[in-house]
């Protein structure tokens, strides 16, 4: 069963006495483990998409299942639960909180979990550690670089354990040399089995991925055989 099954899913504006269908009849699986880019140029829907399959807003028509639960009727409360503990979001600027340091922007999401302080110190430490930032806990992010501000995100972002990663425009604000560590970062998390879909409109980030999915006027273009070729990729690691 996928991770993520998306059917038949639009999300239609009116505007004016118009009809705008940001989303058009779209079906989408991703499985567990893949690692996946969304592209599109600006207005094309794919920031919509990324906003219904991150749980932030909910389609005009269509359903969705994440991780064997169905979405579509989830009242905000129950959405909330969701994100917090089955999605993790990294952002173009980071948005980490600046009068906390390292360790307390990733213990953020367990705070709202309910976890205990001691829990939430080994858990946050551990991900830091996947970051290669433990050393760096007792910093505030006007301390860090750009790249390390970006690593503190994905660290908060995979501190709860989440069923799959949305990244929205992740290197968008790092020099190229950032960028790319940014990258082998997300392409190691997923060889370990991490799920990671990014979001962007350069392709040549996209093509760093086993997988992408093409969005134009809100629809999903014909996939490449690329695809194919990332999941014959995963089945060579597993063996």
């Given at each position: 069963?996928?991770?993520?099954?998306?059917?038949?899913?639009?999300?239609?504006?009116?505007?004016?006495?118009?009809?705008?269908?940001?989303?058009?009849?779209?079906?989408?699986?991703?499985?567990?483990?893949?690692?996946?880019?969304?592209?599109?140029?600006?207005?094309?829907?794919?920031?919509?998409?990324?906003?219904?399959?991150?749980?932030?807003?909910?389609?005009?028509?269509?359903?969705?299942?994440?991780?064997?639960?169905?979405?579509?009727?989830?009242?905000?409360?129950e959405?909330?639960?969701?994100?917090?503990?089955?999605?993790?979001f990294?952002?173009?600027?980071?948005?980490?909180?600046?009068?906390?340091?390292?360790?307390?922007?990733?213990?953020?999401?367990?705070?709202?979990?309910?976890?205990?302080?001691?829990?939430?110190?080994?858990?946050?430490?551990?991900?830091?550690?996947?970051?290669?930032?433990?050393?760096?806990?007792?910093?505030?992010?006007?301390q860090?670089?750009?790249?390390?501000?970006?690593r503190?995100?994905?660290?908060?972002?995979?501190?709860?354990?989440?069923k799959?990663?949305?990244?929205?425009?992740?290197?968008?604000?790092?020099?190229?040399?950032?960028?790319?560590?940014?990258?082998?970062?997300?392409?190691?998390?997923?060889?370990?089995?991490?799920?990671?879909?990014?979001?962007?409109?350069?392709?040549?980030?996209?093509?760093?991925?086993?997988?992408?999915i093409?969005?134009?006027?809100?629809?999903?273009?014909?996939?490449?055989?690329?695809?194919?070729?990332?999941?014959?990729?995963?089945?060579?690691?597993?063996?």
């Open positions: 069963m996928p991770l993520v099954e998306l059917r038949n899913v639009s999300k239609i504006y009116h505007l004016g006495g118009e009809e705008i269908r940001a989303l058009d009849d779209i079906s989408l699986d991703i499985e567990g483990g893949e690692f996946i880019s969304i592209i599109g140029p600006s207005g094309s829907g794919k920031s919509t998409l990324m906003h219904i399959l991150g749980c932030l807003d909910s389609p005009t028509r269509g359903s969705m299942k994440l991780d064997g639960t169905m979405i579509h009727g989830a009242t905000s409360k959405l909330a639960a969701i994100r917090n503990q089955k999605i993790g990294v952002f173009q600027f980071f948005n980490l909180l600046p009068k906390l340091n390292v360790l307390q922007n990733v213990e953020l999401p367990m705070i709202y979990s309910g976890k205990n302080t001691r829990e939430r110190r080994e858990r946050a430490m551990a991900a830091l550690k996947l970051v290669d930032l433990e050393n760096r806990v007792k910093h505030r992010p006007f860090l670089s750009g790249g390390q501000q970006q503190v995100a994905i660290a908060r972002a995979l501190v709860n354990g989440p799959i990663v949305f990244a929205d425009e992740p290197t968008g604000n790092l020099d190229s040399h950032t960028g790319e560590a940014i990258l082998e970062l997300f392409s190691k998390l997923t060889a370990e089995g991490r799920t990671i879909a990014l979001v962007t409109h350069d392709p040549e980030i996209a093509a760093r991925t086993p997988r992408r093409e969005i134009r006027d809100g629809k999903i273009a014909a996939e490449p055989d690329a695809r194919l070729a990332g999941l014959a990729q995963r089945k060579e690691i597993a063996r």
